[in-house]
């Protein structure tokens, strides 16, 4: 996320069996950081931000449940002025609200709320395709559609997205949720990363957390996870209009799909 550049390649962890770190600090397997007193303070509200989201995003801290900064330095074994400057940041990010008087609680998703998300997303998640393709096609120095000699860090980025997409097919055959939310989410992170635009790169990471919140929130379809097989196709291909065109119509069936699962809406009605 936003602010120390850790929340994408801790959400990217999430989907390995490997113990998390965060900046090189080990967590135990609950996902709560292993902290000493040498620890900088800093260091210490980054750890507790990413160990709070994480709850949140597993939906062990359930969406309206109060969070009590006591309660919560108890948890994760800190002190309270870390775990304060975290609940700060996290209701900045929008996955806490304030509470008059009382603190904070997880945000509710309403309704509006996912429409605004997906507004917002949409054209960034489009764009970001359009991008990546464009690069690989730039890289690989042929004409649309080829995919001859990408340079390694083109050639790491689109085998980076094809082992997501696998990954997120074996948890959903043995039923691992988590594991299918997080390698989904990371693929559309690593398309973003492809794009090479460091500004659309930090405005994504300020809705990562949130996307990943409502991915858990709904089952991904069959078709949608043949859509990324898709987009990844146009992707390597450098073929940015058809990049854009699916990533579009994955964007757009992923919206149906979550208004369908959390409020009962119709699936894929017309506009």
């Known amino acids: ?8 390649s801790d959400r990217r962890a999430a989907t390995d069996s490997a113990p998390h770190t965060t900046n090189g600090t080990p967590h135990a397997t609950d996902g709560t950081p292993h902290t ?12 507790a931000r990413e160990a709070v ?3 949140i995003v597993d ?5 309206g449940s109060r969070l009590v900064e006591r309660e919560v330095a108890e948890e994760l074994r800190m002190s ?11 209701v900045a990010e929008g996955l806490l609200e304030l509470l008059p008087h009382s603190g904070v609680r997880v945000r509710r998703l309403e309704r509006d709320d996912v429409r605004h998300l997906y507004e917002v997303w949409e054209p960034l998640a489009v764009q970001a395709s359009r991008l990546a393709a464009r690069r690989v096609a730039a890289t690989a120095g ?14 790491q980025g689109v085998a980076e997205l094809r082992a997501l997409i696998e990954r997120a097919e074996r948890a959903a055959e043995t039923g691992e949720g988590e594991r299918e939310v997080a390698a989904h989410t990371a693929f559309h992170e690593e398309i973003v990363a492809l794009a090479g635009n460091p500004l659309l790169v930090r405005t994504m990471e ?4 949130q996307l990943q919140l409502l991915f858990g929130m709904r089952e991904e379809p069959a078709h949608m996870r043949a859509q990324h097989a898709e987009m990844l196709r146009h992707i390597a291909a450098g073929d940015e209009d058809s990049a854009a065109a699916s990533t579009f119509l994955h964007v757009r069936d992923s919206r149906a799909v979550a208004l369908h699962s959390l409020f009962g809406d119709a699936l894929y009605t017309k506009e």
């Open 53 to 55: 989201r994480q709850r």
């Open 59 to 63: 939906r062990r801290y359930p969406m």
């Open 36 to 47: 000493t007193d040498r620890a900088p303070r800093t260091s210490l509200s980054a750890q």
């Open 206 to 209: 300020q809705l990562g957390w």
């Open 80 to 90: 309270r002025v870390p775990v304060r400057e975290a609940l700060r940041a996290l």
């Open 142 to 155: 042929g004409t649309q559609g080829e995919t001859r000699g990408t340079a390694h860090g083109e050639t």
């Open 1 to 8: 996320m936003a602010g120390d550049g850790t929340g994408t």
